[in-house]
């Protein structure tokens, strides 16, 4: 009897996710070859591999990483068994479309079980997520550390952020920052910092990278409470104790209709409606009922995010360049964020369109996100981008920049004029709040 040849299987990914569900699930079942991966979303990470150094003794060459549009290729020429998908943020619609462009060429489609992926901790875990990219994740997760720090009483607070893992894989198994010092060491991208440097800004640690198993282990060490703070709409990589998600009404409909924030609707203990305070009530009434439906155990929080800017008079009356969160506008598929309702609510004469004005990789950003609105996505996935960035932003003829990133930009790039930041934070309205929810489950003794 012929014995039978381990599964060959293809994770489709975006250097995140995917090398989460290798390491948990495939890495030392002798059952399965992982032949590939494939990559999308994030610029620059295809051509890659996942190095021998994390890949483990089953794959002494370590795993390539390929375009997702070589799928089927690949699948013929590994007469591969099954393409598992492993990334977030994309319409239901889309992932069928997938689906059938691998059930075409002849594999075999997967969704893995979520569970199964989930690491125990010996530690509290609050994982946060949201069902798209820009609902107000890092804000909440924010608050939440301030409300275990400052009202719960815990002082060892330890974040875990959901993987960005674009520089060389091996050196980023296990990052853990304190200080902007950490951040400059480990060259992080605008990504990265975006979501290291609140927390850091806030005395607290926060730990990234590629192997999480490794990762929960040292954060165990520092850490009374963990929060999980997710990436996308993805779901928790750890087992989470009470798993809070965000919802927007901005993009009502949405809840229902993208993978897999659904699904991180329906395990929620918690859903936090952000930013009734800027949405219409059509859509805060459609996401509430909607997230009802779907989950009518849940705790629901209403939440406003407040803007600020350093000096508002500064903006009356003046031509401005609005610079937004790069991901909420990329994959995202938004249009403006916080930086288009703070210069309308400041009186800015106008939102200057950079487009004419983008050049190379930020041009090519707007091209293959043609939803973009008349603002600059702030993409710094490298050095090289980072230049682009700062070249588009210098290029465009305004009186003033509003930066409404969650980082000080001006740290990384030269801008050559004036600018202001954009800060937004949560703020509950009405019962409960998230402090009556996180003490009813974790008020210390």
Not at 56 to 72: S, V
Not at 258 to 284: C, F, M, Q, S, W
Request: a negative charge; charged letters at 25%; glycine letters at 6%.
């Amino acid at each position: 009897m012929t014995p039978l040849r381990p599964q060959r299987i293809v994770i489709a990914g975006a250097a995140g996710r995917d090398f989460h569900d290798f390491n948990t699930v495939f890495r030392d079942d002798d059952r399965f070859r992982v032949v590939a991966f494939t990559a999308t979303q994030i610029p620059n990470i295809e051509g890659r591999l996942y190095p021998p150094a994390l890949s483990g003794p089953l794959y002494p060459q370590g795993i390539p990483i390929h375009p997702e549009a070589e799928l089927e290729q690949l699948i013929a020429r590994h007469e591969v068994d099954d393409v598992v998908f492993s990334y977030s943020d994309v319409s239901h619609e889309t992932v069928m479309h997938l689906a059938s462009r691998v059930l075409a060429a002849g594999a075999g489609f997967r969704l893995l079980n979520p569970r199964r992926t989930m690491l125990a901790s010996s530690k509290p875990i609050i994982s946060v997520g949201a069902v798209r990219t820009g609902s107000g994740k890092s804000q909440t997760s924010r608050r939440i550390l301030d409300i275990l720090q400052n009202e719960l009483g815990y002082r060892r607070v330890v974040a875990v952020r959901h993987p960005m893992p674009y520089g060389n894989l091996a050196e980023q198994a296990v990052q853990r920052f304190a200080s902007h010092a950490d951040m400059d060491r480990h060259l992080c991208t605008i990504e990265e910092r975006e979501e290291y440097e609140p927390y850091v800004e806030r005395g607290a640690v926060i730990f990234a990278g590629v192997d999480y198993e490794a990762i929960l282990r040292q954060a165990e060490q520092e850490a009374d409470i963990i929060i999980w703070d997710g990436g996308n709409n993805d779901l928790p990589f750890y087992r989470p104790d009470y798993h809070i998600v965000v919802v927007d009404p901005h993009r009502p409909g949405h809840e229902m209709r993208y993978h897999p924030g659904e699904a991180n609707v329906r395990l929620a203990d918690a859903i936090v409606v952000n930013k009734i305070d800027t949405a219409d009530a059509a859509g805060v009434d459609t996401v509430v009922a909607n997230v009802r439906a779907m989950n009518p155990r849940a705790a629901i929080v209403r939440g406003a995010s407040p803007l600020s800017v350093d000096d508002p008079a500064a903006i009356q009356g003046k031509r401005v360049l609005v610079i937004e969160d790069g991901p909420t506008l990329t994959h995202g598929e938004m249009a403006y964020g916080a930086g288009v309702v703070a210069a309308r609510q400041y009186g800015a004469a106008e939102i200057v369109d950079p487009r004419p004005y983008a050049v190379r990789t930020i041009a090519a950003t707007y091209q293959k996100y043609p939803t973009t609105g008349p603002v600059l996505p702030a993409m710094g996935y490298g050095r090289e981008q980072m230049a682009d960035l700062e070249e588009t932003i210098n290029r465009t003829p305004v009186d003033l920049v509003l930066v409404a990133t969650p980082i000080d930009l001006a740290r990384l790039v030269d801008i050559d004029k004036p600018s202001q930041r954009v800060r937004y934070e949560l703020q509950e309205i009405g019962r409960p709040t998230l402090t009556d929810l996180l003490r009813a489950r974790f008020v210390r003794d």
